[in-house]
């Protein structure tokens, strides 16, 4: 109940941010929202079935492009563009992850690799994507609706996962993470909770893409497919808590601040600190940031040495 | 007499190009406890992956008179033909309440789920106790019960138990035992592979001995308890292969 009640509480006072904050504030606000919902996204398949994808960069420009295309080249309204992004990026889900995803371990991982690549390449030269120089989107100066965009979409994927963690269908992906094979016998039908994992995913990281887009108002081929940005994801979400409702949102924001912070005095440096992060998130808190915190609670430091101890680093 | 719960024929299956099994014959009545024995490399686990339908074989494989062949191993464990897997298959880190639940995963019938977990809690009270503990984090001998557990959620006709006694003490052993027998009372019929001969035997009905790919020996456990053969396998002086 409690808990609840300050889950509520931070909401409303992120929601009224615009009315007290200034604008700097209101900016960074909108790329931790978004960055935020990149990792809750990511969860939804390498927290809860334990595949680790790197093609949820290939969603987030798929949805910036989709928006890109339909707002730059056809007129369209911000909604539709966010649609066919969306569309694009589900489309996109469905058509590698049902070959990949048949497959098990570490396969898809590498499978999904390459793809941001291959698709910057192919959005490079189409003429529709503004071929490498990009497009240019209609400017709106309006921060406190891209605020509130971005808010609302983390809301929505968050309790999405809340949903999740509580359901047949979330307990049937944590079932594929512990041990694919019984979960399959037991009757998960594996391939497709994958896939419709990876399909979710894909739609909030194409929906965050497409608001990132508009308030940007220019992409291109580089930034759209930046690999680096799915290498964000798995960090902040390892950090915070894979497969935990609210560990992403805490990873991304608490790793955002940090990462500003230093990026606006040495940019070597944020570099530099994500790499030493995922070291010690790796060796000290394999299970993240919410655990952490259920663990000191419960015995202290001594939770450091138990689970170096327990995972034999 | 009534037609047999699981009858196996004239069965062969094996890795690739390697054999394993060939030419097994078995079969379990409804409301028995049958029990595989054999040394390691036996071919026993071989056996049981082809009655589950996770290896490919050859001959006659039938549940309750409908061929297992067609199948896809959810569909066997869908017909009632569950097996408590060497390793035990647990999953580390959902708790024992969702492990048991994960076990209904298909069932449809709320009261039946209930009822299904009173008897496991009623079996094994310590997995009441500790419902809401990591699976992971319990003792050899829990995680063994929880595997029982979670296979009888699925309401088995069949209930496949492989290695049962792996690792555990012998007083644990003697408990899972009994609790094989206590369900044997409420119909389920049981099929127990063990290395531990002398504690199979304590509670089957029938046993088979398997060495090398074969059955060589068969009957009433009585009769091959007296056997020389098995004696001799028993003290561990045969060769498995």
Known sequence: MLR?????????????????????????????????????????????????????????????????????????????????????????????????????GPYFAIATLGLSAALSALVANLDIAGRNIGLILPLTRNDTLFYEASLALLAAATLAVAWLSASRFGMGLIAIREDEDAAAVMGVNTTLYKVVALVLSALFTAVAGGIHAYWITFIDPASAFDSTLNVRMVIMTVFGGPGTVLGPVVGAFILSAIYEALASSISTAAALFFGIVIVLAVIFMPRGLVDLGWGFRRMGPRYLLETVRQYRL | MSAPLLEIAGLSAGYGAVPVLRDIALKVDVGEIVTLVGSNGAGKTTLLRAISRTLGARGRLAFDGRDLAP???????????????????????????????????????????????????????????????????????????????????????????????????????????????????????????????????????????????????????????????????????????
């Open chain 1, 4 to 104: 609840w009640a300050a889950i509520a509480a931070v909401a409303l006072l992120l929601a009224l941010l615009p009315l007290y904050g200034d604008a700097v504030t209101i900016q960074y606000g909108i790329n931790a929202l978004l960055v935020a919902v990149l990792a809750q996204a990511w969860n939804i398949l390498g927290g809860f079935t334990g595949y680790a994808s790197f093609g949820n960069s290939t969603f987030y420009g798929l949805g910036t492009y989709g928006t890109a295309i339909a707002m730059a080249q056809f007129g369209l309204p911000f909604w539709t563009g966010l649609l066919l992004g969306a569309a694009l990026a589900m489309l996109c889900a469905l058509l590698v992850g049902i070959p990949i995803l048949r497959l098990r």
């Open chain 2, 71 to 241: 199948l896809s191993p959810e569909a066997v464990f869908a017909l009632g033909l569950v097996q408590v897997p060497e390793g035990r298959q647990l999953f580390g880190r959902m708790t024992v309440e969702e492990n048991l639940l994960m076990g209904a995963y298909r069932r449809k019938d709320a009261a039946g789920v209930a009822q299904s977990f009173e008897r496991v809690y009623r079996l094994f009270p310590v997995l009441f106790e500790r419902r809401r503990q990591k699976a992971g984090s319990l003792s050899g001998g829990e995680q063994q019960m929880c595997a029982v557990g979670r296979a009888l959620m699925a309401a088995p006709r069949l209930l496949v138990v492989d290695e049962m006694s792996l690792g555990l003490a012998p007083v644990v052993v003697d408990q899972l035992l009994g609790v094989l027998s206590d369900i044997r009372g409420e119909g389920v019929t049981v099929l127990l592979v063990e290395q531990d001969v002398f504690a199979a035997f304590s509670i089957a009905d029938r046993g088979y001995v398997m060495e090398t790919g074969r059955i060589v020996r068969e009957g009433k456990v009585s009769e091959l308890a007296q056997d020389p053969e098995v004696r001799r396998a028993y003290l561990g002086v045969a060769e498995g292969g």
